[in-house]
């Protein structure tokens, strides 16, 4: 019965997907089928880490936080939990045998989101590496399966990728981080006078990220490379239509592309031969 057990947490860790993001729930079904569960094992835990940080604001943060974190390594150590988020993702955890580090690397960028609101450049590069650039490593060792070549040579445009989807979401939601939350990400940048100026210069350094990133995506290993080139182009996509704004319009609102418009790129990319 442990097996259904398993599946059950897996299948809770789907529904966590489903529900919270269509692009992701649309990238990973253009993986392969084997590589589908291990991500939601993945994705279900950062976003309730991330849940325990930026919505539960009637509770105590910090105390969630610190509990999530050290129920996290005793679900990995004892290889079980009762909460099905942990016990999918001490499944993937043990079975791929993800790096500690990107764990706890992720977990400290979570417990930045309690206290910092204005970064400075090393402050900035830490958060980005522990909210984004790990879980592409995370994703990548899956990907991987095993091939220790093959993840070391790709780990530098994981990395890049991870960076560029985190600075455009910084964009995309650089309103409602600084009224809701209080955050603003990019060094330097002051929201009450963001300037063309200031938002292109981001613009570029995202630029860099996503040039980076395709290199790797083309020696991505098939089972993988069509759903994270779907992300890679929804994330492209996105990122034109905030460029095309001005920056007093992405102080205004949240730029979004329409679920129309996301299937119509997941058509695209199933349906192109090569990268």
Do not use: W
Not at 89 to 106: R, S
Not at 118 to 136: H, R
């Amino acid at each position: 019965m442990m097996e259904l057990f398993d599946q059950t947490t897996l299948e809770c860790s789907k529904l966590i997907t489903q529900r919270y993001s269509t692009s992701f729930t649309l990238g990973i079904q253009t993986l392969d089928k084997k590589l589908h569960y291990p991500i939601y094992g993945i994705y279900g835990f950062v976003r309730y880490a991330d849940e325990i940080v930026d919505t539960f604001h009637d509770h105590d943060k910090a105390d969630l936080l610190a509990r999530f974190k050290k129920d996290t390594y005793k679900a990995i150590e004892e290889k079980i939990s009762l909460n099905p988020v942990l016990h999918s993702f001490q499944l993937v955890v043990n079975k791929y045998n993800l790096d500690h580090e990107l764990i706890e690397a992720f977990l400290r960028s979570m417990e930045m989101d309690l206290q910092e609101t204005v970064y400075d450049q090393a402050g900035y590069e830490e958060y980005i590496y522990g909210s984004a650039e790990v879980i592409g490593l995370m994703c990548l060792k899956i990907f991987c399966e095993g091939d220790e070549h093959s993840y070391q040579s790709l780990l530098p445009a994981a990395k890049s990728l991870g960076s560029a989807f985190q600075k455009v979401n910084f964009l995309r939601d650089i309103k409602s981080d600084f009224q809701e939350r209080g955050r603003v990400y990019f060094p330097g940048i002051d929201f009450k006078n963001f300037t063309t100026v200031a938002k292109e210069e981001i613009e570029a350094d995202i630029q860099k990220d996503f040039d980076d990133a395709l290199d790797g995506i083309k020696r991505l290993p098939k089972s993988a490379q069509k759903g994270v080139y779907l992300a890679y182009k929804y994330y492209l996509k996105l990122f034109r239509k905030i460029k095309n704004c001005p920056a007093s319009k992405i102080q205004q609102q949240r730029i979004r592309v329409p679920n129309a418009r996301k299937f119509a790129i997941l058509l695209g990319t199933y349906l192109q031969r090569s990268i």
